[in-house]
């Protein structure tokens, strides 16, 4: 036996006789093709390497097998020259080369293997605190970081890391036994699975996949050691990643069966993100980071091999073209990317989705911005829509809307700019000229639009008080042969302080400025005589004018004035809701809301035990959208305080646009903004309206929401029911006028929990009650139930019929309400009433239209009394109902609203934040700006106790930050630098009282550098990081840059705050005063 040990001697090297026969090794018995040394070599020994990698070669055989041969050639070179047949099996010379580069354009980088550099990212010759920073390097350039400047480089928590959470830490599961299995009870030891052991051989090809299939991409090679147990992870991986991959390589055959097909190119370019989370432990796996960039790099060069090949369809080339320079926007710099876009624009110089983006491109470029050159672009632009003929699937309406669209976008950069008494003046002047013209000019057309244009400039230079100003009456009531110009505005401007410092002193002149000089100035003005800016003449104004053509709706443009100011669209449901969606638009703020207490005393608080507490919590989330109906603009439609906003100026302007405009929506909308901002006044308002307009349902319907919502319920039903008995000789349908009144009319009896009451009103259409309160003690006969169904199912139907929508939801909802309370409150009955003009309006193919949304909020409404007045109520019933609204309208805060304060009363949340995630992987519609603030604001109310802390708050700020939607939302970026210093606050907060208590000699925990210190310098470092990402997102947002000089100056030093007063200049925002002279 012992003869059969090894002796070290046998590894010497054998005498060269020996040696000679043993030069040329055999080959392994799974390599007989290497023999052959024809043209057909190097394809066989690609596909040999690429099998006993892929296909179930041992990797432990292979590689002994590897390193004996290594040693064996390298003995041989010591002592003989090898042979030509011995070198060239040294290597394999590859003719075809990686077939990734003809897909992608480079080599396949799951291929290449990750090269770890010694060190651990740092650099000699350098501290030994800063790191290569992974996730900001890219091929080209390699960013240096700070380990002291925030937490991403500090070593994470093993516990709470989320890298570990999601990639390394994997759940064990025993494999259950094949029950067809037959195990030998005998046997000294446990046989293996079968699939760990193949038998080796030619016919193991047959198995795998060629190397050039595109099925393998993406896919880990690792293999885990142990068979007898399986990872929950890699089972899910192994089948979700076999689906991907295949589900890739069908759609890139299909680009080559129909290169045409456009639907096909962006389905296999949405595909790319799945393919790049594969190797993840979730294949949602948010990619952040270079991760981003290498996916934007592989989509740009898809989206140019399908423009090569779509032919020549317009439609479909601008649509690729959209997409190409939004994710070129991650991977080109800012000169390739001007110089592309000027490409684009002439190639297609009439189409609106490329200048709209291109109008957010070259508004966000931080490099690049100038305001000049800002403003200039959107007034080409404003000139290329103008130019657009009705016809080629665009409508007259649809180009108007666009055009006060870019308007607005326009007035609002130059009011960020700091331009504010420009862009105010362009707002009076389009209102006055188009909207109070005189009697005599209102009918010319556009044949006289030089003699308008003339006249208008004469009333501009008269200087007389224009609309939203004191003493306004209008272009119309105008005199020109007796102007009457306001009197000069006094010099009330703050001067110089020698005890202010620099900055202080910029900070408080700037501020003064701003809110003094908010309207164009007169020449007569002692106030701003030195600002070359203050003053706006009509040479200024004129080019803007001549764009509107002079008969566009007036209410269209009262819309877009409203959506300037950030105020609620007028309840009207074919509004253009689209503008208050825009993140550039935006300017809901989150600082109230932030840096909640996560304790549990204070974290009960924001867990109300009620759905209705519940539901008034969430409904006051600042930033809402819905489709607007008159109760909701009385209720949420206003979120602004009244010192964010010019509140003397929008009151007249509404003021004098009610007064002379027939239409009552006017009425209606001042009522409710006066509701709001000045409620003592709104009952003198309403009823001077009632006097110009006695006939109006609709301002008697508003006339009683607003005693209503002031608490004077008695006058509220006194105004429902004398203007339900106006008209006596009505028919018994009631009339299309009087519906939304009636509507309000019962809805005030169901709040205030009478249900009885409500249904008297129900069976009483024309407000024909029994004048008897014992009367209506008992509840209505059947007859008179009989009666009102009747009547409302003929007036849905006549409504219907004549496609009057609006009145259908009407009749549909007093239909349910009317089943609902006279069948004990059967919920089921009166949602499948809901269900069944859902079905009419999905015949019509409106089951996405603004219609069909203010039918779900109806049915929402519903719901929504049912569970708060109800006994019993199970949270499956609004669950089951909400998400498939949300599912068809993801931005109605109302169907979030409910959604989180139904799931809120049970602590089970996490359904809450997989409804507001991102869609998955392949989804071209990315959460909007309304859908992250609600997010946000679901994350701070939950509070600590039930998972929500400021690092998730941050995580989720960071997340929107990095959207589309989210990277150039001023609101956004303000809400998170007001988050950071509140943090920040904090954390001073709790190192003053601990250097309180040490000074009393009580015990202290960690000290300086390592403890409280520590974290102070951090969230100092953390408002920094965010203040300056958003600074390059917003170069034209100048009440961003204030922050600077105003929340934090404690937190930058005098270089920075210079910095970003040169920042001011540089990017030609307006500027007060000059620092230096301060």
């Known amino acids: 036996m012992n003869s059969n040990v090894p002796k ?48 179930g070669y041992s990797r432990h055989q292979s590689h002994k097998e590897s390193k004996s041969q290594d040693r064996r050639v390298g003995t041989e070179h010591q002592r003989t020259p090898a042979t030509e047949k011995a070198q060239a099996d040294l290597y394999i010379i590859d003719r075809k080369g990686d077939p990734a580069n003809l897909v992608y354009g480079c080599l396949n980088h799951y291929r290449i293997p990750l090269y770890r550099r010694y060190g651990n990212g740092r650099v000699v010759g350098i501290p030994m605190d800063r790191f290569i920073d992974k996730n900001l390097s890219t091929e080209k350039e390699t960013v240096i970081s700070s380990g002291k400047s925030g937490p991403e480089l500090r070593h994470e928590r093993p516990l709470t890391s989320k890298q570990n959470s999601r990639d390394s830490f994997r759940k064990e599961r025993l494999v259950k036994a094949d029950a067809n299995s037959q195990s030998d009870v005998t046997l000294e030891y446990v046989s293996l699975s079968g699939t760990g052991k193949r038998k080796r051989g030619k016919d193991m090809a047959t198995n795998c996949s060629d190397y050039r299939s595109l099925e393998k991409i993406g896919e880990s090679d690792d293999d885990s050691s142990d068979l007898d147990t399986h990872y929950e992870s890699d089972a899910e991986l192994q089948v979700s990643g076999s689906e991907i991959t295949q589900k890739n390589a069908a759609l890139t055959h299909k680009t080559r069966d129909h290169p045409q097909n456009l639907q096909v190119w962006l389905d296999l370019i949405d595909h790319q993100e799945a393919m790049m989370s594969l190797g993840h432990a979730s294949i949602s796996h948010e990619l952040i980071g270079r991760d981003r960039r290498h996916l934007a790099d592989i989509k740009i060069s898809i989206y140019e091999q399908a423009l090569r090949k779509i032919g020549p369809d317009k439609d479909s080339q601008i649509r690729l073209v959209l997409g190409l320079m939004n994710e070129a926007s991650r991977h080109w710099d800012s000169g390739i990317l001007t110089q592309r876009w000027k490409e684009v624009l002439a190639k297609f110089p009439h189409s609106i989705e490329l200048w709209t983006a291109y109008l957010d ?82 009918n010319l057309g556009a044949e006289a639009d030089a003699e308008c244009l003339r006249l208008f400039e004469e009333f501009w230079e008269s200087e007389v008080p224009r609309i939203g100003e004191q003493g306004a009456v209008g272009w119309k009531h105008w005199d020109a042969e007796n102007p009457l110009a306001p009197d000069p505005v006094p010099n009330t401007l703050t001067h110089s302080n020698s005890a202010d410092s620099g900055f202080e002193a910029f900070q408080k002149h700037e501020q003064d400025r701003i809110n003094k000089l908010r309207y164009p100035g007169r020449t007569a003005d002692e106030a701003g005589e030195d600002d070359p800016f203050h003053l706006v003449l009509f040479s200024d104004l004129g080019e803007y004018l001549r764009i509107l053509p002079p008969d566009i709706p007036n ?120 509701l709001k901002y000045f409620p003592s006044e709104v009952g003198k308002t309403a009823k001077k309206l009632l006097k110009a307009h006695p006939r109006s349902a609709r301002l008697y319907n508003a006339y009683g929401l607003v005693e209503l919502r002031r608490g004077n319920k008695e006058k509220a039903d006194f105004v429902f029911h004398t203007a339900l008995s106006i008209d006596t000789g009505s028919s018994g ?19 205030r929990g009478e249900r009885l009451e409500a249904l008297w009103r129900l069976v009483s259409p024309k407000g024909d009650m029994p004048m008897e309160s014992r009367d209506r003690n008992k509840a209505p006969d059947s007859a008179a139930i009989l009666r009102a169904r009747t009547t409302f199912t003929d007036g849905n139907d006549h409504a219907l019929s004549a496609h009057d929508y609006s009145s259908a939801i009407l009749y549909t909802l007093f239909l349910a309400l009317l089943t609902y309370l006279s069948n004990n409150q059967d919920i089921n009955s009166a949602l499948t009433v809901h269900q069944n003009l859902s079905t009419r309006l999905a015949k019509h193919n409106l089951s996405q239209s603004p219609v069909a949304e203010v039918h779900a909020q109806a049915v929402a409404q519903l719901l929504a009394f049912h569970a708060t007045s109800a006994p019993i109520v199970k949270p499956a019933l609004l669950r089951t109902n909400l998400e498939p609204l949300i599912a068809t309208f993801p931005n109605n805060t109302i ?106 000699g009580g015990m202290v925990g960690r000290e300086g550098k390592g403890g409280i210190g520590k974290e102070v310098d951090e969230a100092a470092g953390r408002v920094k990081d965010a203040f300056f990402r958003g600074l390059t997102r917003l170069p034209w947002c100048k009440e961003y840059m204030m922050l600077a000089f105003t929340h934090l100056r404690d937190f930058l030093e005098e270089e920075e705050l210079r910095r970003m007063y040169n920042v001011l200049v540089e990017k030609e925002l307006r500027v007060y005063v000059d620092l230096d002279t301060a």
């Open 895 to 1000: 169907f979030l609203a409910m959604y989180a304060a139904n799931e809120s009363r049970f602590r089970i949340e996490d359904r809450v934040r997989d409804i507001l995630r991102p869609p998955l992987q392949g989804s071209r519609q990315e959460p909007s700006i309304v859908r992250w603030f609600f997010a946000l604001f679901f994350e701070m109310k939950r509070g600590g106790l039930v998972g929500s802390t400021a690092h998730s708050v941050r995580a989720l700020f960071r997340r929107a930050e990095a959207s589309d939607v989210g990277s150039n939302s001023p609101a956004l970026w303000k809400s998170h630098v007001l988050f950071e210093v509140a943090e920040a606050e904090k954390a001073r907060a709790r190192q003053a009282t601990r250097s309180a208590k040490r000074g009393k």
């Open 8 to 55: 070290f001697a046998s590894f010497r090297p054998k005498h060269s006789a020996e040696h000679t026969r043993e030069r040329e090794p055999s080959p392994p018995k799974h390599s007989k093709h290497r023999q052959h040394r024809d043209e057909k070599h190097d394809d066989k020994a690609r596909r040999e390497a690429y099998h006993s990698r892929h296909c």
């Open 361 to 442: 491109f070259i508004q966000s470029i931080f490099a690049d911005f100038k305001y000049e050159t800002c403003r200039a672009a959107f007034h080409a632009c404003l000139k290329a829509v103008a130019t657009l003929q009705a016809g080629e699937g665009l409508s007259r309406h649809t180009i108007l809307e666009t055009s006060l669209y870019i308007i607005i976008r326009m007035t609002a950069m130059i009011k960020g700019a700091g331009y504010q008494e420009l862009a105010v003046a362009i707002w009076q002047a389009l209102l006055e000229y188009h909207l109070l013209r005189p009697d005599n000019l209102a």
């Open 555 to 674: 209410l269209l443009l009262i819309q877009a004035f409203l959506c300037f100011n950030r105020l609620p669209p007028i309840s009207e449901i074919q509004s253009k809701r689209v503008w208050w969606l825009d993140p550039f638009l935006r300017e809901e703020l989150l600082d109230s809301h932030l840096g909640q207490s996560s304790s549990s005393s204070e974290t009960e608080e924001y867990l109300p035990s009620t759905l209705s507490k519940a539901l008034n919590e969430f409904m006051g989330c600042p930033m809402r959208h819905f489709q607007m109906t008159t109760d909701l603009l009385f209720d949420y439609g206003f979120t602004h305080s009244a010192g964010s906003l010019d509140i003397g100026f929008i009151r007249r302007s509404i003021q004098l646009l009610s007064s002379t405009m027939s239409d009552d929506m006017i009425g209606e909308y001042l009522l409710a903004f006066e």
């Open 733 to 751: 349908i009631v009339r299309p006028g009087n519906l939304e009144l009636f509507h309000s009319w019962v809805w005030e009896a169901l709040r």
